[in-house]
């Protein structure tokens, strides 16, 4: 089934059982995604999300939360992954959120920034929203450390009610602090907290 979000190009894609968080996922990504565009200067664009039926699975790397293996060694451990994204040039290109698992009002209000702050970062680094070349550009050259700890710092930009960051910046301070910040992923989030704080959000974009 496919719902369009009222007052938004975007559609939700979902199985019978999901209406719920189908419907949850929609109205957060009305609310919050003109803001995330905004922030790139670009105007909202259509998009897919698509609710998955399977649990979150175990991942490596950038599709990887980084609550279970924060600053390892790079490659190290496994975590849960809640959500990807993948460019729309791609089959089923845009978000995943895999549904199965359930989760909190505020994790999941989490999950989504972090997957549309994504998609507007893909456009607005490539230049597009339908690259040919879809494995290739600037976005698949930054590093994670930018575009995961970018998008990791819009939830505490744009969610600062629920403080989702404080559940791991005891860890950042503790154990990220020895390593480049290139080799950084989501670890790398305090890093934009940093110069929000001591410059502003535009310093950062």
Do not use: K
């Amino acid at each position: 089934m496919t719902v369009p979000v009222a007052g938004r190009d975007i559609r939700v894609h979902y199985d019978a059982g999901f209406e719920q968080v189908a419907t949850e996922v929609g109205s957060l990504a009305a609310e919050v995604w003109p803001d995330i565009a905004g922030f790139f200067n670009t105007n909202p664009f259509s998009f897919d999300i698509y609710i998955d039926d399977d649990p979150p699975t175990e991942a490596t790397g950038p599709d990887a939360n980084p609550a279970a293996s924060l600053c390892a060694e790079p490659g190290a451990g496994t975590a849960t992954s809640p959500a990807y994204f993948l460019p729309a040039a791609y089959e089923e290109g845009g978000i995943h959120v895999r549904a199965a698992g359930g989760f909190s009002p505020c994790a999941l209000r989490g999950i989504m920034i972090h997957e549309l702050f994504h998609q507007a970062h893909y456009a607005f680094t490539n230049g597009c929203l339908q690259c040919p070349e879809a494995a290739e550009g600037p976005w698949n050259t930054m590093g994670d450390w930018l575009s995961e700890g970018a998008a990791d710092w819009a939830v505490e930009l744009f969610a600062p009610a629920c403080n989702l960051e404080w559940s791991v910046y005891p860890l950042l301070l503790t154990r990220c602090t020895a390593r480049p910040l290139e080799s950084l992923g989501y670890d790398a989030s305090l890093f934009f907290t940093y110069i929000q704080q001591f410059e502003n959000e535009d310093t950062v974009r």
